[in-house]
T-cell receptor
């Protein structure tokens, strides 16, 4: 059974810093990996999706990398802002055919101090 | 438009009530999902519909009954729930293609906050 782990569980940094969130998964047979952001009591906002054949994806100040063979992904946030404060979730989709759900990590709770 | 809508936003029900949660998307996605999220926990998959057919049921108790009346709508019928079923229920959708690609992104709705008394 796939297990997804995110480190650290919580992180608090001053505004302007660059930071890295880590995600690892136990079964490397994945179809893709997706990073989400969740604000308290809200739904999930998709940030980036990396296909299993890709190494990284970028969107604005966000860069996500994937090393499928070692079962790791990182989310890099450049020049952090207070509005980046949220819980960041990593999720993987298995390599089985057809529609399949995501397996989530427990998330990193991020606070950016003004 | 990448919007998934869910109604109601909040629902309080007793253990003997019957209620339904509704999810709608107009992105032409052919896969739709129900997830359950308890407080301070990650979302957990409940059901997957692919082309209006139930393809995955993650051993969910029968007091939860999903329904996909058409490609844009997904319902979750609730009956005889327990207080431990109180959670945020999230709906998601994605385009399913053989080749995969960015269209596999799962888009989530804002959720329905369910409280069972």
């Amino acid at each position: 059974k796939q297990e997804v782990t995110q480190i650290p569980a919580a992180l608090s940094v001053p505004e302007g810093e660059n930071l890295v969130l880590n995600c690892s998964f136990t079964d490397s047979a994945i179809y893709n990996l997706q990073w989400f952001r969740q604000d308290p009591g809200k739904g999930l906002t998709s940030l980036l999706l990396i296909q299993s054949s890709q190494r990284e994806q970028t969107s604005g100040r966000l860069n996500a990398s994937l090393d499928k063979s070692s079962g790791r992904s990182t989310l890099y946030i450049a020049a952090s802002q207070p509005g980046d404060s949220a819980t960041y979730l990593c999720a993987v989709r298995g390599a089985g055919g057809g529609a399949d759900g995501l397996t989530f990590g427990k998330g990193t709770h991020l606070i950016i101090q003004p | 438009d990448t919007e998934v809508t869910q109604t109601p936003k909040h629902l309080v029900m007793g253990m003997t009530n019957k209620k339904s949660l509704k999810c709608e998307q107009h992105m032409g996605h052919r896969a739709m999902y129900w997830y359950k999220q308890k407080a301070k926990k990650p979302p957990e998959l409940m059901f997957v519909y692919s082309y209006e057919k139930l393809s995955i049921n993650e051993s969910v108790p029968s007091r939860f009954s999903p329904e996909c009346p058409n490609s844009s709508l997904l319902n979750l019928h609730l009956h005889a729930l327990q207080p431990e079923d109180s959670a945020l229920y999230l709906c998601a959708s994605s385009q399913e293609t053989v080749a995969g690609g960015p269209s596999d992104t799962q888009y989530f709705g804002p959720g329905t906050r369910l409280t069972v008394l």
